[in-house]
């Protein structure tokens, strides 16, 4: 293997994360690691990237790389979420093997040209695993487990974890977990059995108030939908009403979570997103899927509240059934005009920083200081009409393009040649 690249590249802006921006600044790397930063001078550079941001990769918490898109049937305004949830399981029926692996390899394509170089995917039995081991990205594949009836259960479950306990593929930059689907599919006894075989693990919770009402009461349009599918336990019991519980309960605690969505989390469930209230350094993180939210009419999303009470959001795209495209940025710039009292430079963090906590590779990637990897988003700037320096907000309020992407300072997607 070749070794990895040194270089020097300058640009109008270098966000760090960790620091400040540096105007006109140059980012020394060698061997593929961040040496340092500084002003630019006249000495050569290799790379002379002009007008654009030179930012850590982004981090995608929350996909689904294998879904391919849904058309919108919004109707005053949004999307009905348990209809649609009928037609994910309607596309995943249809879609045989290979298609899925074609749409596996788009997303990956797509992800990299978004300026991504790490993610989260929860796929079906482990099969997104070999497309993304072979590609340059960083990050966590996670099994799906899902099942409220025992014998669903046990099938997803046997298959996945099958899967975890099988020879991994070299060395990799992806590591393994399991997903139990959500409270309202999946037993409480699949969600056990997943955490007594892995400590990294996903899952979908408080994300729609049709979970909140079959959790509480057993009924509602979510019973009615898995009645209709042949997916409903007479038997079943819930491990809560409450989701955040499912969090909490026995082993679950001993756990790293990615909970996916939390858009009706209650105030009192913040604390136990607090790093200080894990057990013994287990991370708890909430995605944040903005678009995804916004399509069904959830909202408002507690993201801030929680970071206030000093948890860690994170930022996802969840699958292309729900969301327009895979990128991170377009989250971001959605989620500003959103909430614009946002200041851009958290909506940055939580895209990078928070999401590469989340994945336990903070150590390595996540922030542009020495030591960490070459990892880079970089974009151009087109600022006109933002009356404002800030370069956390030229990048978030215009709407400059990533043109390239590199990962252990290779360029991992280039817009132009010359770029
Ligand atoms: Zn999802």
């Known amino acids: ?21 540096v105007e006109n600044g140059r980012l020394l790397v060698r061997g593929g690691v961040i040496l340092g930063i500084e002003p630019q001078t006249s000495a050569p550079v290799d790379f002379a990237l002009g007008n654009v941001a030179v930012l850590p990769g982004f981090v995608n918490a929350h996909t689904h790389l294998e879904l391919g898109p849904i058309p919108n049937l919004e109707i005053d305004g949004y999307e009905d979420q348990v209809s649609w949830l009928e037609r994910v399981i309607q596309q995943r029926m249809q879609t045989d093997e290979a298609a899925m692996q074609v749409q596996v390899e788009r997303g990956i394509t797509a992800s990299l040209a978004a300026g991504t170089t790490a993610l989260a995917d929860i796929t079906t039995a482990g099969r997104s695993e070999p497309g993304l081991v072979a590609s340059a990205l960083r990050g966590i594949v996670f099994s799906e487990v899902i099942g409220l009836k025992q014998a669903r259960g046990e099938q997803t479950s046997s298959l996945a974890c099958d899967w975890l306990h099988s020879p991994e593929p070299g060395r990799s930059r992806i590591r393994r977990g399991l997903s ?199 974009v151009e700037l087109l600022e006109d009409g933002i009356a404002d320096s800030d370069p956390a907000r030229l990048v978030v309020e215009g709407n400059g393009n990533v043109v390239a992407t590199m990962i252990d300072g290779r360029f991992v997607f280039r817009a132009y040649r010359n770029s």
């Open 1 to 21: 293997m070749k070794p990895l690249p040194s270089f020097v590249l300058s640009a109008r802006w270098i966000l760090p994360i960790e620091g400040a921006p």
């Open 180 to 378: 139990p689907h959500a409270p309202y599919s999946t037993a409480g006894s699949v969600y056990e059995n997943a955490v007594n075989q892995c400590k990294t693990l996903a899952t979908h919770l408080a994300e729609l108030p049709e979970e909140l009402e079959l959790l509480a009461c057993g009924t509602g349009r979510l019973r009615d939908f898995l009645e209709r599918i042949n997916a409903w336990d007479p038997t079943w019991k819930p491990l809560s009403d409450h989701p955040a519980d499912y969090l909490r309960k026995g082993e679950l605690r001993q756990a790293d979570w990615l909970v996916a969505h939390g858009n009706y989390l209650k105030p009192a469930d913040f604390w136990q997103f607090r790093p200080q209230a894990a057990p013994a350094d287990q991370r708890v993180t909430v995605v944040y899927c903005p678009r995804t939210s916004a399509r069904f009419g959830h909202g408002p999303h507690p993201y801030r509240d929680m970071i206030k009470e000093g948890a860690v959001v994170c930022l996802g795209t969840d699958s292309l059934a729900s969301a327009p495209s895979l990128s991170i940025l377009d989250e971001i710039r959605f989620l500003s005009r959103l909430n614009p009292e946002t200041e851009p430079s958290l909506l940055l963090t939580m895209g990078t920083l928070g999401g590469a906590w989340a994945l336990r590779i903070d150590d390595e990637v996540g922030s542009l200081v020495p030591e960490k990897k070459a990892d880079l988003a970089i």
